[in-house]
């Protein structure tokens, strides 16, 4: 890629757009001014030509008189005519002021058999002056004895053409000053359209940048209707980033849950397992009387289980699992108390706790049957407990 190509692609897309309308203002007010200044020299030679067709026969007769008498006060002040006769007598007649400001044209030698051929539609050209940039419109026509009709020169009348020159060269001066100032407004409009237009794009992108920083909660404002590109565009980010907003939130309550979890895990982990080992140190002591040993060999054994359980839990967190669904069931509260007062009993020998009624303190507690999840109401008398013999 050259390095213009390289500068190109690395201007802004505003200011190109801005480049490309001006380059195409420009390029269109060119061709227009070239074809309209075009067309005014044509139609303004087309009228000098229509002058020398219809002034020519009766200036010639004129003039050719007035050249065998000499006498040129009556020749028209613009006018230039030049006489060629075949015999070699040649003249020409033109006003002093005429030639000063146009100076004479620089015709030549002219052909009568050619002049002849075109009598009855002559040709019309142009050549030029011998005052440089100057300029003279020509028509020939063949010069014929009025009593034997025989063809015996030819003429060439002229007429200046600085008239018309000066009229398109005004005319190409005013056009050019019109363009210069069409590509100005232009431009200046081009610009302001296109700001205006891309206001949206930089909302845009100044969300992005501020979503960049760290603002999940900044949005697009909606500024167009759905049915533009820029308003379907402001619709589609938004609801794109109100999802990315959510999952982030999402992912933050679940790393949140895992930590607290991954906490509380450890906190209900370390209950169950000191009941195990005082369990168990208290049967390698043995204190743990005959009748008694399946009782406590029955709460190492629900430990265990609890255990195994909250593992279970552990790993489903781990796969970014919403967590195990309570398992909700009739569970008797007295018994759960009970083994949870059985695991104090063995982790605090030294206090004393008990089991007693609501209604009667010396009577035995009934069951009270309750709707929960047994392991999590476990948890939760078993944390009360532990934390009374902290």
């Not at 020519?56 to 230039?80: D, E, F, K, V």
């Not at 539609?121 to 050549?127: A, E, R």
């Not at 005052?131 to 028509?139: A, H, M, S």
């Not at 007295?334 to 010396?362: F, H, K, N, W, Y």
Request: proline share 4%; charged share 20%; aromatic share 4%.
């Amino acid at each position: 890629m050259t390095s213009a190509r390289r500068g190109w692609h690395s201007l802004p897309l505003s200011k190109r757009l801005v480049l490309i309308t001006t380059a195409l203002l420009t390029l269109g007010l060119l061709i227009a001014s070239l074809a309209v200044t075009s067309l005014l020299y044509t139609h303004l030679l087309g009228q000098v030509d229509d002058q020398l067709s219809v002034t020519s026969r009766a200036i010639g007769s004129q003039a050719l008189t007035q050249i065998r008498t000499g006498n040129s006060s009556l020749m028209p002040s613009t006018y230039y005519v030049e006489a060629q006769y075949i015999d070699g007598q040649n003249g020409s007649m033109i006003s002093a002021d005429t030639a000063a400001e146009y100076g004479t044209p620089q015709i030549g030698r002219l052909s009568l058999e050619e002049t002849i051929a075109q009598k009855d539609s002559p040709d019309l050209y142009t050549v030029d002056s011998d005052l440089p940039g100057r300029q003279w419109r020509v028509i020939t026509l063949p010069i014929k004895d009025a009593d034997t009709q025989e063809y015996r020169g030819v003429v060439a009348i002229a007429l200046p053409l600085s008239g018309m020159m000066e009229t398109v060269a005004r005319t190409r001066l005013i056009v050019a000053m019109a363009d210069v100032a069409v590509i100005l407004l232009g431009t200046l409009a081009a610009a302001y359209l296109v700001i205006r237009s891309f206001r949206p794009l930089r909302q845009i992108e100044a969300v992005a940048g501020r979503i960049a920083k760290g603002d999940l909660s900044a949005r697009v404002p909606v500024t167009e209707p759905a049915t533009t590109e820029v308003g379907s565009l402001q619709r589609a980010l938004n609801t794109m980033l109100q999802q990315n907003e959510q999952a982030f939130s999402v992912q933050v309550v679940a790393q949140e849950r895992m930590t607290r979890f991954v906490s509380d895990a450890s906190h209900e982990l370390r209950t169950p397992l000191a009941a195990i080992r005082g369990y168990g140190e208290l049967y390698r002591m043995g204190g743990v009387p005959p009748e008694r040993q399946n009782e406590v060999m029955g709460r190492i054994e629900t430990e265990a289980s609890r255990m195994g359980r909250l593992v279970d839990d552990l790993l489903q967190l781990a796969r970014m699992d919403e967590g195990r669904k309570m398992n909700m069931e009739p569970v008797d509260l007295t018994e759960v108390s009970r083994g949870a007062l059985s695991d104090m009993a063995v982790l605090a020998p030294d206090r004393e706790c008990a089991l007693i009624s609501l209604q009667d303190e010396q009577a035995e507690p009934g069951p009270a049957v309750v709707i929960a999840d047994r392991d999590r109401l476990s948890q939760v008398i078993t944390n009360l407990l532990g934390n009374v013999t902290r």
